[in-house]
């Protein structure tokens, strides 16, 4: 039986980069957990924007909030900097322009600690600004090599992170959480979903994701894969996917087979510009509604 205590410190890692309207937001909703013994490490990767400056400023001398200064260098330079200075043993990443629930790091810590099988944990999304829905993602770690389908904000222990050399610093263009969890994946290091919605997720069609990444999808996605060949071997798929087919996934495994032909034969343009128009049709594409279609189908041919 656990003993429900909170003495075990939390280091929240929040790099800021010009995010000074949202920041506040953002650093009240830790400072305001459950779990009392938070420490904050607020990373300023070179900001140049005043109102942002004044803001970290302003929460400097916050007890609780660890500043880090460093000159620009990308979001995973200034994550892995957090983690160097975060002096707890648990650890939560958060981007300053996010925000999470009170019970947050609570229910995160409890949940991580009573299942063995997990050595890190993400929360269900709420997706806010220009989308707003909830958004389930299941660990599926085949599927996971093909799309990224969790949440950059995960909880995971400090030892992990350093064990297995934290964030690529030289994916500055993104996806470097889904580079990183696959490197984890690749020493049996897995995630687990915690089913309830705590993570506050800003969406923006200016934002990095959109504007940057999904643009350069297929070379980063190549990039990655260059760096775990191991996992991408035609055999070690197939095992891979024996081993992983029956657990649940957003959508159905044997499509990624065709999916990675594709990307194997067309030019890195072409399967960024299929990614986008897939991405806006992904509803179509998911596994419960694959399914419901082979049940009706099922039905009219019987």
């Known amino acids: 039986m656990i003993s429900k205590t909170n003495n075990e410190l939390i280091s929240v890692i929040i790099p800021c980069f010009n995010e000074g309207i949202l920041l506040e937001r953002c650093l009240n909703s830790v400072i305001n957990q459950t779990w009392k013994n938070t420490e904050i490490v607020l990373v300023n990767d070179g900001s140049n924007n005043q109102y942002t400056i004044e803001m970290i400023q302003k929460y400097k001398n916050f007890p ?7 000159i620009n260098r990308g979001l995973p330079y200034a994550r892995n900097m957090g983690i160097k200075n975060a002096k707890g043993n648990y650890l939560f990443f958060l981007d300053s322009d996010d925000w999470i629930e009170p019970e947050t790091l609570e229910k995160m810590y409890f949940f991580l600690k009573s299942f063995k099988d997990a050595s890190y944990i993400f929360a269900d999304i709420i997706l806010e600004g220009e989308v707003n829905k909830i958004v389930k993602k299941e660990y599926n770690f085949f599927e996971q090599l093909f799309l990224n389908q969790l949440p950059y904000s995960i909880f995971i ?4 992170c350093l064990k297995y050399g934290c964030y690529d610093k030289m994916m500055r263009s993104g996806y470097e959480d889904w580079e990183f969890n696959i490197r984890l994946g690749s020493h049996d290091i897995h995630g ?3 089913s309830e919605p705590l993570f506050h997720y800003n969406v923006s069609n200016s934002g990095m994701l959109i504007s940057k990444t999904s643009k350069k999808h297929s070379k980063i996605w190549r990039y990655i894969i260059s760096k775990n060949k191991n996992l991408f071997r035609f055999k070690k798929l197939i095992t891979l996917w024996k081993g992983w087919r029956s657990k649940p996934s957003s959508y159905p495994l044997f499509l990624f087979f065709g999916w990675y032909f594709l990307f194997k034969l067309l ?6 510009m299929i990614f986008i128009i897939l991405r806006n049709f992904k509803w179509f594409f998911s596994r419960k509604k ?3 279609l082979m049940k009706k189908f099922s039905n009219k041919t019987t």
């Open 192 to 194: 687990k979903r915690f």
């Open 267 to 272: 030019p890195d343009s072409w399967i960024s």
């Open 290 to 292: 694959f399914l419901n």
């Open 64 to 70: 609780s909030i660890n500043t880090v200064e460093q």
């Open 157 to 160: 222990s400090k030892e992990i």
